[in-house]
């Protein structure tokens, strides 16, 4: 009806539907089906005029908590870690939004209620590979075997390395074209 409001009147469309279809689109929207044609026609008119036939998107509930080996503050070192495509490619899948720094992707993530071993099983073997290779561990190794590679380390960090990469990641990058001057 809403593509039809804004091609021709609906009234005038109305009119060229039986009166038996009328009825029973009048008892589906809870309109009295007694009178006329224009009568039913003026009723399915207003209600849609009166926006009732839009029906809101039902809710869908939250995603399962799934049980977690790290705690926030490692998985969020763990995703940051990531370059902006694999972080994007993890987003996407959970279609969750794909913008802001890392740590607020990081973040997103956290909240997204998903375990580590589902979210890094996003990407591929090759991508898991190259993360992998990245951070000096072993790259080989079926799917399973990298992504449990990957929770391990982070989880298994001692403090003094876990700081030290927790203020490396953070750290803003050095500007290309060097100090400015006055």
Same mark, same amino acid.
């Given at each position: 009806? !809403?593509?039809?409001?804004?091609?021709?009147?609906?009234?005038?469309?109305?009119? @060229?539907?039986? =009166?038996?279809?009328? !009825? #029973?689109?009048?008892?589906? &929207? @809870?309109?009295?089906?007694?009178?006329?044609?224009?009568?039913? &026609?003026?009723?399915?008119?207003?209600?849609?005029? $009166?926006?009732?036939d839009l029906v809101g998107e039902?809710?869908?509930?939250?995603?399962?908590?799934?049980? +977690? !080996? =790290?705690?926030? *503050?490692?998985f969020c070192l763990l995703f940051?870690? /990531?370059?902006?495509?694999?972080? %994007?490619? &993890?987003? %996407?899948?959970?279609?969750? +939004?794909?913008?802001? *720094?890392?740590?607020?992707? %990081?973040? *997103?993530?956290?909240?997204?209620?998903?375990?580590?071993?589902?979210?890094?099983?996003?990407?591929?073997?090759?991508?898991?590979?190259?993360?992998?290779? +990245?951070? #000096? =561990?072993?790259?080989? @190794?079926?799917?399973? #075997?990298? &992504?449990? !590679? =990957?929770?391990?380390? /982070?989880?298994?960090?001692?403090?003094?390395?876990?700081? %030290?990469?927790?203020? $490396? $990641? +953070? $750290?803003?990058?050095?500007?290309?074209?060097?100090?400015?001057?006055?």
């Amino acid at each position: 009806m !809403r593509l039809v409001a804004h091609m021709a009147p609906p009234s005038f469309v109305l009119r @060229g539907v039986g =009166l038996d279809t009328l !009825r #029973d689109t009048c008892r589906d &929207i @809870g309109a009295a089906v007694s009178g006329a044609k224009e009568d039913l &026609i003026e009723r399915i008119v207003r209600h849609v005029g $009166a926006e009732r036939d839009l029906v809101g998107e039902p809710e869908l509930p939250p995603p399962p908590k799934e049980p +977690r !080996r =790290l705690s926030q *503050t490692r998985f969020c070192l763990l995703f940051e870690q /990531f370059r902006g495509l694999e972080l %994007a490619t &993890i987003l %996407a899948e959970f279609d969750l +939004r794909r913008s802001g *720094t890392k740590q607020l992707q %990081a973040s *997103t993530l956290w909240d997204a209620q998903r375990s580590e071993a589902t979210l890094l099983s996003c990407l591929t073997n090759l991508e898991l590979e190259v993360i992998l290779r +990245r951070l #000096d =561990l072993k790259p080989g @190794g079926s799917k399973p #075997d990298r &992504i449990e !590679r =990957l929770v391990q380390h /982070f989880a298994s960090l001692d403090e003094v390395t876990f700081q %030290a990469t927790h203020v $490396a $990641a +953070r $750290a803003p990058l050095p500007s290309k074209e060097g100090p400015v001057a006055p």
